[in-house]
């Protein structure tokens, strides 16, 4: 199988390269390799490499960058999905978007399952939903993943900055009524070669690893697993004000993965223990 990457040179297109089965051929192309939000270069780069699948990750992630310039946001995750998946049916292929929680307003209190209603309130957001809507309206092998709260190497991660902040000070504060599932990249990629082997169904599927907690939570056990003394203690969003907001619970469904595969990612703390391994034994960008 031979699978194409856009946003190879991010943290999900690192993972991916290191993920790979051997039975896939893949083609990585970074940001300075291809702009999506040109057409005519995208269908051009796409087509001619012939894949049997895109996994399109390049996209504008900084959620408070979006927040500032939301034109510029839906033109790279709106209108640039758009020109990939095009460009991956012009070239008889399939093609898998990755999309995130923040397509819900978070006011829910239990896991979002793929049909649950959307209604962003970032315009990271709304560029992410604008993008699920170009892929879907195009028909063929399209698959939408949703996945949530990514950290690992190839770029700026949650754990990467705790790390740095608590060798750096004694004490840390950090959001406690936020939720979501904290995911490995390497997990995630490894998840998203299964569900093309699998020839899924084309639509949304959810893929974030088992459990949940809190973005304070997931900083104590960063820290403890680190072996750091550092003090973390609980805030609310309304004290660590951002330019966008987040949603308040974001945590996914992973039943309709759980179904196809006969299981899903591991728990978030078997994520963050690899990670931390990996990076004790230099296999992954230090902080």
Excluded at 74 to 101: F, M, P, R, W
Aim: proline fraction near 6%.
């Amino acid at each position: 199988m031979r699978v194409l990457v856009t946003g190879g040179g991010g943290i999900l297109g690192t993972a991916l390269r290191r993920a790979r089965p051997g039975a896939v051929e893949l083609v990585s192309l970074r940001r300075a390799d291809l702009d999506v939000t040109d057409r005519a270069a995208t269908l051009s780069a796409i087509v001619g490499a012939r894949p049997d699948w895109v996994i399109h990750a390049a996209a504008m992630t900084d959620v408070d960058h979006c927040e500032q310039e939301p034109e510029r946001a839906l033109a790279v995750n709106g209108a640039g999905t758009a020109n990939v998946v095009d460009a991956a049916i012009a070239a008889g292929g399939g093609c898998l978007y990755l999309s995130s929680d923040y397509v819900f307003d978070g006011r829910g209190t239990r896991p979002y399952d793929e049909f649950a209603p959307t209604g962003p309130l970032s315009a990271y957001g709304r560029s992410k939903l604008a993008g699920e809507r170009e892929a879907l309206a195009r028909g063929g092998r399209v698959l939408v993943v949703r996945t949530q709260w990514v950290f690992g190497a190839g770029g700026k991660n949650f754990v990467d900055t705790i790390l740095k902040a608590a060798s750096e000070r004694p004490s840390l504060k950090v959001v406690a009524d936020q939720r979501g599932c904290p995911t490995w990249s390497f997990h995630l990629a490894a998840a998203l070669y299964e569900l093309l082997a699998a020839n899924v169904a084309p639509g949304i599927w959810h893929v974030s690893a088992a459990g949940e907690a809190s973005w304070h939570e997931f900083a104590c056990a960063i820290v403890a697993a680190a072996g750091r003394a550092t003090a973390v203690a609980p805030c609310t969003t309304a004290e660590y004000p951002r330019p966008a907001p987040r949603p308040g619970f974001g945590v996914l469904s992973k039943s309709k993965l759980r179904a196809a595969l006969g299981h899903e990612l591991p728990p978030w703390e078997e994520g963050l223990k690899g990670y931390l391994a990996a990076l004790a034994k230099g296999r992954e960008i230090k902080p």
